[in-house]
């Protein structure tokens, strides 16, 4: 349902997120999800079934850990060496797959994220590359001998074994932490202005985050519903100049600095509202709106690495020039890691020199 043209519908069925999948006309599942999701949530014993496909797998020479640019490149470099190669990812194409225009990728003017995503898959399926979807990593064991076998294992169950693993997990946009965001999550908070924008057609909405990605949430947005209300923690906004000056210009749009989210508000089924400190006078207030989209940066994918490999403070993976994480024979690539520019080509880069090193390592060891 197109919520631009059909918001009658839209609104008697309640969709605040997309894809919204009704089976029997009862909801089934909201968000993000693929084919394959579906399926498998429909086949409730898929997920063992293939979890036990999965461990019965011999060990590969390069285990990649995630399928966004730096998985896909890393396994693209690793194949070419003739080296077996396995990539398991929670969904492939990772962040890519939630960006609409892409126009500074280098000899590509201007693509789309799910293009580019099926472009990437198609050119590691140009090689013998074992691509085992929807394989959520939970657990890093590193080998126990030197030259032995590092063992990933998955939420699903499986157990997979590889002389050499790059973890190339990406991020996650970061949550607020406030009380009522988890609650109305898909019932008008959302994290996608790209996605559900057209669902909150005529309608306020708020946009938390004074950065690039919020204010050009902000700029898309405004062209869609009634209002939005830019919340900014910081005294000053942080995007480009060139996008606070065409966020200025939009009639439609209000900015608040030195604003604190404290709390998402609702009446049980959807938002209603968000209430804010503001940070210089101490005073809470409320704003009544339909929509709440986080736009705050990103967090990596690495808690089920905690305390196996070396992190940051951040929770970012340390690795040099070179892809090295602190436990041999593992690498790191792309916005999991520490590098400091979260941008898909240089993901790509990272993954292609993960690659490199890993079977620099398997030549030596």
Known sequence: IDGGLFQKEVEQREVMGVPTVFVNGERFGQGRMELAEIVAKVDTGAASREAARISAKDAFDVLIVGGGPAGAAAAIYAARKGIRTGIAA??????????????????????????????????????????MNLQTASKLIPAATE????????????????????????????????????????????????????????KNVAVIGGGNSGVEAAIDLAGIVRSVTLLEFASELKADAVLQKKLRSLPNVTVILNAQTTEVNGDGKKVTGLTYKDRTTEEVKTVALEGIFVQIGLLPNTDWLKGTVELTRFGEIVIDAKGHTSVPGVFGAGDCTNVPYKQIIIAAGAGSTAALSAFDHLIRH
């Open 147 to 202: 030259g032995g076998l590092i063992e990933v294992q998955t939420a699903s169950g499986a157990s997979l074994k590889a002389k050499t693993v790059i973890l190339s997990t990406g991020a996650r946009w970061r949550n607020m932490n406030v009380p009522g965001e988890d609650k109305y999550r898909t019932k008008g908070v959302t994290y996608c202005p790209h996605c559900d924008g057209p669902l909150f057609k005529g």
């Open 90 to 131: 929670e969904r492939f194409g990772g962040q890519v797959l939630d960006t609409v225009d892409i126009e500074n990728f280098i000899s590509v003017s201007k693509t789309e994220g799910p293009q580019l995503a099926a472009a990437m898959e198609r050119h590691v399926r140009d090689y013998e590359v074992d691509i």
